[in-house]
């Protein structure tokens, strides 16, 4: 059990990480420019999703061998970076598609693909993992015991936090996104947006996060 001191002092450092714009941010106000609110809160409950293997990595004691391997370090980072551009070039592609279909409810196929699409950007963004495993054990009680379940106690802290907050992003941009719906050729300019943005984060993970 993780003292509830510690509890308290990671989860005001949480909130104030996870209120800085950073990559999990940026994709989600992509998103939701580019495919609304319910696309936007999709992406940050597949991205939440994403995490938990990263916590239970952690709490596990593999995320160490991950940060500490180049090869694989380097293979999550480009793969992470490479889907993130292809999501927004898709962004772009299919930006009449996008908004001409802006009145269309989200099918249960497109949801899943929604969720699965963010899911897999939350499971290859090393940023996350460098973080668990950095972080999460300075506010573990080692004379308390059952440190892995304290570590992935503070690690579902985290996502659930992450999740609240990178929601008001997305609640945010997909009401801005409602507003220029009202001419399609400003929607379509504004979903080109998002892909471009999502394009220029895949971009700067790329060249970026290096080993720590």
């Known amino acids: 059990m993780v003292p509830l001191t510690n509890l308290l002092t990671f989860s005001l450092a949480s909130i104030a990480l996870i209120a800085l714009p ?30 938990l293997p990263a916590v239970a990595a952690v709490a596990l ?11 694989l370090f380097t293979i999550i980072k480009f793969a992470g970076a490479v889907y993130i551009v292809y999501l927004g070039v898709q962004a772009i592609r299919h930006r009449r598609t996008i908004a001409t279909d802006i009145g269309v409810s989200v099918t249960r196929k497109s949801k899943w693909r929604l969720l699965a699409e963010g899911f897999v950007v939350g499971l290859t963004n090393p940023k996350s993992l460098v973080f668990f495993v950095a972080v999460l054990p300075q506010f573990v009680d080692y004379q308390a015991g059952a440190v892995p ?21 997305a609640l945010a941009a997909g009401t801005a996104r409602d507003w220029f719906a009202a001419s399609p050729k400003r929607l379509e300019g504004l979903s080109a947006t998002g892909g471009v943005m999502m394009i220029g984060l895949g ?10």
Not at 24 to 50: D, E, Q, Y
Not at 61 to 71: C, D, E, M, P
Not at 203 to 212: D, N
């Open 203 to 212: 971009g700067v993970l790329a060249v970026t996060g290096a080993k720590s």
């Open 149 to 169: 379940m304290q570590l992935a106690t503070l690690g579902l802290v985290f996502v659930v936090l992450a999740v609240l907050g990178d929601s008001v992003w």
């Open 61 to 71: 004691g593999l995320g160490v061998i991950v940060t500490q391997s180049i090869v």
């Open 22 to 51: 950073g990559p999990s941010v940026l994709f989600v106000i992509g998103r939701s420019l580019a495919l609304g609110r319910i696309g936007g809160f999709l992406s940050v409950l597949g991205n939440a999703l994403g995490l």
